[in-house]
């Protein structure tokens, strides 16, 4: 899908390898002196040639770097970032077998290392939604707007449960602080047992020390997002709602975690708001390293489209939860 002009916007087309080891730790190479991001680690790889596919050029780029010859490999994502004049595209592909005796052709420093213990802030930009990718959760399920009964939540908490939901917004825009605090609270039991992260859908500050005082994440409405100049504390996880620049960037200059950003598609629940669709959602995730959720009438089906525009992955509600 073509969604930039290149007369507007000149395109630097750059591949990235993802090399798992049979440890299941990854390697990361070292910026050399001298280039953007020197001294950050990234996942190594470069520009494509004319002509070339981002399987040839990784192919050509991995050879060139690290003196090795890769086998099949597996597309991941597609990342967009918005640089000074230009904007840059990075295909992510994951490699799991190769062959010749890896090391740095170019004198640039190696590191194999635990998912887990990668610091994203000292690597690229454009590499980060890739990391977050690999360890994070891929969907992202919000609870239907009308629950009125502690009954009905635990009914749509062992759906999702059983649906394999790993995180989960619990969205109650409707409910005063009393009528929500004790959904709140049986949510936060239920989730902690499934292994499920939870986030409190937060729209002012009562709701914000709920979401603290229980010991879990918030996701923070666009409004209340923009009031905020830190983040908040005490809170496992702070996810930002946003619907444009501005927002996307407030929210990672503050230190959110991630964004969902929507509506991609025209929704029932808010039939007259201009939907972004997946050129206007790739155009705005440009601009922030955050990971970011695609939302607006998506559902898990859409992960592949979602990963080809950069999202992290898609979140919703109705294309999530079972109508039985």
Request: with cysteine.
């Amino acid at each position: 899908m073509q969604i930039l002009d290149a007369e507007v916007d000149p395109v630097l087309h750059v591949v990235a390898g993802v090399l798992v080891g049979d440890d299941g730790r990854v390697l990361l190479a070292q910026r050399l002196p001298g280039r953007q991001h020197a001294g950050l680690w990234e996942f190594p790889g470069g520009k494509l040639e004319p002509g070339e596919t981002p399987r040839t050029a990784l192919r050509r780029e991995l050879h060139e770097e690290l003196g090795i010859d890769i086998g099949a490999s597996a597309e991941l994502i597609r990342v967009p970032q918005a640089q000074p004049g230009r904007t840059l595209w990075l295909d992510v592909l994951q490699v799991t077998q190769w062959q010749g005796r890896l090391r740095g052709r170019e004198g640039q420093a190696l590191n194999w290392q635990p998912l887990a213990t990668i610091d994203p802030l000292q690597m690229p930009p454009a590499d980060r939604p890739a990391l977050a990718l690999l360890r994070e959760p891929h969907t992202y399920w919000i609870t239907p707007p009308q629950i009125d009964s502690v009954a009905e939540l635990e009914r749509l908490l062992r759906c999702a449960a059983a649906g394999g939901a790993q995180r989960l917004q619990l969205r109650l825009p409707g409910l005063a602080l009393a009528q929500l605090q004790p959904l709140a609270e049986r949510a936060t039991r239920f989730c902690t047992d499934a292994a499920i992260e939870l986030l409190l859908n937060v729209r002012d500050r009562p709701t914000l020390a709920l979401s603290a005082a229980l010991g879990i994440g918030a996701q923070l409405a666009q409004p209340f997002l923009l009031s905020l100049q830190s983040r908040p504390e005490r809170l496992s996880r702070v996810g930002a709602s946003c619907h444009d620049r501005d927002s996307l960037q407030h929210a990672e200059r503050i230190g959110c975690d991630f964004c969902l950003l929507s509506p991609v598609q025209r929704t029932m629940t808010h039939p007259d708001a201009n939907a972004l669709g997946w050129s206007g959602f790739a155009a705005l995730r440009a601009h922030t390293a955050l990971p970011v959720y695609a939302m607006g009438g998506l559902g898990p089906v859409d992960l592949s489209s979602a990963w080809r525009m950069g999202a992290h992955g898609v979140a919703g509600i109705r294309g999530f939860w079972s109508t039985d």
